[in-house]
């Protein structure tokens, strides 16, 4: 949600914004005409209320004669409060709604386009040559296969597509990504935190998660409940309607837990092994910081994001996301993606927004500065979503005889273990 007084004191920069994302320009105008309305209607309804209590008072001191036409103005005004304060209702009302449908104003430095109209910031690592060593690099589904790491034959027959099992050496892959992912932030200085996987509906619509992503979101009709994509959601509203002081900020969390997406977009698309499902489960960083700070903040997130890949060893490059492929809450965002080796292409790993005070405004969070009291920003940015990291370590760390080399920093949560072995089944 952006302040309503940026957009009366500078609507062509809202316009601006909504036509990069490629959303509805004429939403602006819907929603000036809609806070003139609630304005006028307000001022309407006060004025009425003062000459119905200044009369109120004049009432009581007035002759028979003056009293009986005092009364009857009484009467009319009655009706014309009770008429101003449901437009004042309506016209809020309205307004609010208006201004729940508005993405967040983007930076000025994102580039303008759609999804392929990324910019490319940054390239690490080296992608390996497996033709000159000698041999064809196996997907992470072969892989994981040989390995008796992935069963997604036995997820589908369970579950449903897009759904897995990881066992033996998999699920203990994940457990040691869980824990160097939150082993790193806390170094850090984030709190770890394991989030509710249901949250309510303010908590979803806070976030900005039911506008453009809302068919991505599992609802349970029964409870009114929603399960969380990521814990952002959570993260974001654990301190809903609260009043921060602004010498405990920044505030930054790191939050495990499942994550659930309907992926209703995606029809055709990642349908062999991990990389695009229903269920997984991640690692999330999340900080409140001041409006003035939320640019910095955004680069440390990112600096963190760098700092976990390389301690991977995995080849991937950051990319500033286009406007239109942004989403509702964030501002800016920055993306890295791994190398995946059989795709022969970068794909998304990582990805760290700044959301300035959108979040905060939708969820009435506020810091105290003296005495002033101002909503803040929010800031999220993944650390590790397991089941595709999972995809890029497996393919980037093979071996000729389907055996994969673990990276070091996992290798202390996995009992030292340095090559996961294929098995016999």
């Known amino acids: 949600m952006i302040d309503l007084r940026l957009l009366r004191e500078d609507p062509d920069r809202v316009r601006a914004s909504q036509r990069a994302r490629g959303e509805d320009v004429a939403l602006v105008d819907s929603l000036l005409s809609a806070d003139e309305r609630r304005r006028s209607s307000g001022v309407r309804f006060d004025e009425l209320r003062a000459e119905q209590k200044q009369l109120g008072k004049l009432i009581p001191k007035a ?30 009302a309205e307004t609010q709604e208006l201004l729940g449908r508005l993405g967040n104003l983007v930076h000025p430095d994102v580039p303008v386009g759609g999804e392929e109209d990324f910019v490319t ?18 997907d992470h589904l072969e892989l994981g296969q040989l390995l008796g790491a992935i069963d997604v ?18 699920a203990l892959l994940e457990l040691a990504l869980v824990n160097a992912a939150i082993a790193q932030a806390t170094a850090a ?26 068919q991505d979101v599992y609802h349970l009709d029964k409870d009114d409940l929603y399960l969380v994509g ?12 609260e009043i921060i002081d602004a010498d405990r900020l920044p505030l930054r969390y790191a939050g495990f837990s499942p994550c659930f997406r309907r992926e209703a977009g995606s029809h055709g698309k990642d349908t ?5 499902v229903h269920q997984f489960d991640k690692v999330e960083m ?20 760098k700092q976990w890949l390389e301690s991977l060893e995995l080849p991937f490059r950051v990319i500033d996301v286009a406007t239109g492929d942004l989403g509702a809450s964030a501002a800016r965002k920055f993306d890295c993606e791994a190398w995946i080796p059989t795709q022969g292409k970068y794909r998304e790993l990582t990805s760290t927004s700044d959301c300035t005070e959108f979040q905060s405004r939708r969820l009435s969070i506020r810091v105290r500065e003296g005495k002033q009291v ?15 990291t999972i995809v890029a370590i497996l393919e980037n760390h093979q071996l000729a005889d389907g055996s994969v080399r673990v990276p070091e920093v996992l290798r202390p949560y996995l009992g030292g273990r340095e090559i996961l072995e294929p098995v016999s089944r």
């Open 286 to 305: 999340f900080s409140y910081v001041t409006p003035e700070d939320s640019v910095a903040e955004h680069q440390r997130l990112l600096a963190w994001e």
């Open 153 to 170: 034959e036995r997820g589908a027959k369970v579950s449903g597509s897009r759904f897995y099992f990881l066992t033996g050496v998999g």
């Open 374 to 388: 101002r909503p803040l920003a929010t800031l999220n940015g993944t650390l590790c979503a397991v089941p595709r």
């Open 272 to 276: 062999k092994g991990i990389f695009r």
């Open 230 to 241: 990521t814990s952002e959601v959570p993260l974001a509203a654990y301190h809903m309607d």
């Open 121 to 138: 910031l940054e390239t690490h690592g080296v992608i390996r040559d497996f033709g000159a060593e000698g041999f064809e690099p196996r």
């Open 189 to 214: 200085g984030f709190t770890p935190m394991l989030t509710p996987a249901l949250v309510r509906p303010q908590s979803m619509a806070g976030t900005g998660f039911l506008g453009q992503a809302a």
């Open 63 to 92: 002759s028979p004669d003056e009293k009986a036409e005092l009364l009857k103005r009484a009467e009319q005004l009655k009706a014309d409060v009770k008429a101003a304060d449901a437009e004042r209702d309506a016209a809020e």
